[in-house]
């Protein structure tokens, strides 16, 4: 058990759509970082926050917006889904900026 | 950005064998973790491991920063061991966060 936790587990959307995905860092780490995974390939960052303000960012299109929460829970948002967003959403907490990181489950999205 | 390249992509043992995964890197390092990552997608921490050698039971890693290089050594596989396994690391003042390699599938038969 990573402590971090990500909602849904599943996901089904139409292309077009928006989408909100969830997860809650373990207590005391200021520090979540989002990646997408798609099928066969390795993890991608997306972006990171650190105590709420984005602090790094990967080669994602604006639609690709986050939050993050004073009470360790952040929120991963998609505008105008296409095909191609169709992955694995992986969220991390860590202490700190630099430190390890710890992955929730997932959640599997598809765009149908 | 930092490049990250691990060796082999794929690897099929025999139970109880040994094996040596690779990961290379292109630039100085602040942070560089192992996973497992399980047929359900969850990627489970091996190690944390920016410089020197740590062990924790069958598994042991490596890593030489100043020759940009880790390895992690798996002994006595057991086919709980199948999965793939990522290298990422984080380059100091760098703005992506933990870049990860294509991974190694290692297949553990009995």
Known sequence: ??????SPTHLIKTRGQQVTLRCSSQSGHNTVSWYQQALGQGP???FQYYREEENGRGNFPPRF????FPNYSS???VNALE???SALYLCASSLDYGYEQYFGAGTRRSVL | GIQVEQSPPDLILQEGAN?????NFSDSVNNLQWFHQNPWGQLINLFYIPSGTKQNGRLSATTV?????SLLYISSSQTTDSGVYFCAVERLGGSEKLVFGKGT???VNP
Request: net charge negative; hydrophobic share 30%.
């Open chain 1, 83 to 85: 095909l191609d967003d």
């Open chain 2, 19 to 23: 094996s040596t995964l690779r990961c």
């Open chain 2, 105 to 107: 599938k290692l297949t």
């Open chain 1, 44 to 46: 991608q960052f997306i």
């Open chain 2, 65 to 69: 920063a100043t020759e940009r290089y």
């Open chain 1, 75 to 77: 929120e991963l948002n």
């Open chain 1, 1 to 6: 058990e990573t402590g971090v936790t990500q």
């Open chain 1, 65 to 68: 917006s986050g939050l993050q």
